[in-house]
């Protein structure tokens, strides 16, 4: 196999797994707040800690893979996730859920910072935003599939044995770090650990218009789409009445839909058209299936076809945002990926966190 194609499948395998780790519990928060007698607001709050866990550290991660390489920080971030997996497995009420959480937050917060430094190193150009465009339309493809797999498992098992998968795939990740990816980094110096590099690096990229204002744009897109798995259990599952598994099916189902034609289509058109018109593309989507979520409401009132329709579209549009925002934002900062990678990626999660 080309070794670009196996570098990008095996960091496909990586880059998904923070995301992964967030939604494959979401069709299980009506069943965990009955189980640890607590609320459904409670298990929300779960997700968002996760989310705050994921967003903070990413910054420290970014830092420190300047001076050590990309490599040994994600294996050692997957080793934390390992251990807040056995906590939320065996959490007995819902602090120590929440803490297994956080746990597991700041331990994958690696993963979800440097695939993307990774990916930088890998490519440039036009070649970037071409494979961007392939890598978001396979995380977006698996992400659906997560809570589809959650869904099962909670119908079959209960909930704990999702954390139980998590845990092993982070195991998967460990083994896959160690003896399948290469160490991509070739500006990484010990020296770089030094507040005065960290802050001057920062401060350039908090200065660039053009990379702030992709990552503010991934920050309300991905809030809104993380918005889906935090709300949408709730109300699908406890107010029109599916199981967990059919939530799971109509997630795919929407991801399948949204992301998989989106990221074709964004794939085949972008050397075309440009990046700034597939982003018009993909903000118009995006806000017209959140119109029509928003009316639909009121015409329709709570039909479940009125939410998958709206929810389908918004996804379709999304497909068109992250691969150019990334291209656009990173091409110019291949020197200092990692951190780039740490503020890019504090931003969308961020926007999971705060807008969910």
Known sequence: MNNKIAQ???????GIFSQFAADIYAPSIPAIATDLNTSIDNIQWTMSIYMFGVAIMQFFYGAISEAFGRKAPMIFGVVIMLIGSVLCIYASNINMLMIGRLIQGVGVSACACLWRSVFRDSFSGEELAQYASYATM???LVIPSAPLLGGFIQEYFGWRPTFI?????????INLLVFGM?????????SNINIRVIVKNYLILLRSPVFMGTACAVFLSFGAF???FVIGPALLINRIGITPSEFGVISCVCGVVGFGIGGITNGKFVKRYGIPTMLRLGWGLMLTGGVLLFLGHFIFALELWSIIIPVSIFFYGSSFIWPNAF???FSPY????GYAGAL???AQVAGGAVLA
């Not at 998968?165 to 990740?173: G, K």
């Not at 291949?334 to 990926?337: K, N, V």
């Open 182 to 190: 290469q160490e991509t980094s070739t500006n990484h110096n010990i």
């Open 138 to 140: 396979v995380v977006m």
């Open 334 to 337: 291949g020197h200092i990926a």
């Open 344 to 346: 890019y990626g504090t």
């Open 165 to 173: 998968f998590v845990a092993c795939y982070a195991v998967f990740v």
């Open 8 to 14: 990008f499948l095996a960091l496909m395998l990586i």
């Open 226 to 228: 993380f918005s889906w």
């Open 327 to 329: 291209a656009t934002a």
